[in-house]
């Protein structure tokens, strides 16, 4: 893994954990795809965020999460949907 993946993964989900209170009350069950620490868009399956963001940002670097109430940092497998 990329040393700026990582790092993007890295503080996307410092920023997913700061917010997800507010993530909760709406989009409980979903996946947020991540870029720049900000979340892009909501999805309901990871393999739909995962497509979406390799045709949105082909450079690969974006991380997804899984909205529930114990967020996991899955590293690079945060990224890597299927």
Request: a negative charge.
């Amino acid at each position: 893994m990329s040393v700026t993946l990582a790092a993007e993964i890295d503080a996307n989900y410092d920023y997913f954990a700061r917010n997800l209170a507010q993530f909760l009350s709406h989009h409980k069950g979903q996946y947020a795809l991540l870029k720049n620490r900000h979340v892009v868009r909501f999805f309901e399956a990871p393999g739909t965020a995962y497509r979406f963001g390799k045709t949105e940002f082909p450079d690969g670097i974006f991380s997804i999460q899984e909205v529930i109430e114990e967020p996991v940092d899955l590293g690079f497998f945060s990224h890597v949907a299927n």
